[in-house]
């Protein structure tokens, strides 16, 4: 066993895992792209969406927004249709917890099928990065969500690292309440 290797891991994982989290990241891209779904996925079919939904509209927009970032749709796409749905004060409150559904979905799905498979990453410049995170995991990915938000590539690369599920969350619920704050009083601002 590598060192890194957490020793309840099934061994299909350790040997296959990091293939198998790259065909999971191609195969959800295509998925969306060849299906039209990234693009029939706009803001006006969201909001659609969730308003017709009626009581069920908020589940729904959570659902829609974590199906949605698995396959790649920009994150933006969501917080414009909640906060043109809930508006300002709301929406913010509805797309904080959808982009925290959403983020940490995607971590579960591909620790799942990934393992942590960048913990035992030998390049040195990759070594740097893994350590910051290993010793200051919530700044880490706090700052990291302010910069990237809701990018799928760190969706996927945060789950491969050893990073735990509390830390992810701490971290994304941190790094993300700027980004959504700011987008909540720009697209009220516009559109209310």
Same mark, same amino acid.
């Given at each position: ?5 957490? $020793? #309840?891991?099934? !061994?299909?994982?350790?040997? %296959? ?20 779904? @990234?693009?029939? /996925?706009?803001? #006006?079919?969201?909001? =659609? =969406? ?11 927009? &959570?659902? &829609? ?6 396959? *790649? @749709? $920009? ?10 749905? %809930? ?9 904080? /917890? ?5 983020? +940490? ?17 030998? !390049? ?11 010793? *200051? $995991? ?8 302010? @910069?990237?938000?809701?990018? $799928?590539?760190? #969706? ?7 990073? +735990?599920?509390?830390? *992810?969350?701490?971290? +994304? ?6 980004? &959504?704050?700011?987008? !909540? ?6 559109? #209310?």
């Amino acid at each position: 066993m590598k060192q890194g290797d957490a $020793p #309840n891991r099934p !061994s299909w994982q350790r040997r %296959y895992g990091p293939w198998l989290a790259v065909l999971l990241f191609a195969g959800l891209f295509a998925l969306g792209k060849l299906t039209g779904l @990234v693009e029939r /996925l706009d803001t #006006n079919t969201v909001r =659609t =969406t969730i308003v017709d939904a009626g009581a069920w509209g908020v589940l729904a927009f &959570i659902m &829609i927004f974590a199906f949605g970032e698995l396959i *790649h @749709v $920009p994150g933006m796409v969501f917080v414009a249709a909640g906060i043109l749905a %809930y508006g300002g004060t709301l929406g913010f409150g509805i797309c904080l /917890l959808g982009a925290l559904v959403s983020v +940490s979905a995607s971590f579960v799905i591909v620790r799942a099928v990934g393992g942590q498979a960048l913990a035992n990453a030998r !390049s040195p410049l990759m070594q740097r990065m893994l350590d910051r995170l290993d010793k *200051h $995991p919530v700044i880490t990915v706090a700052a990291l969500r302010g @910069v990237f938000w809701l990018a $799928p590539p760190l #969706n996927f690369a945060l789950a491969m690292t050893k990073l +735990s599920f509390r830390h *992810h969350l701490l971290g +994304s619920a941190a790094g993300l309440i700027a980004p &959504i704050l700011a987008a !909540s009083v720009f697209f009220d601002w516009i559109f #209310n």
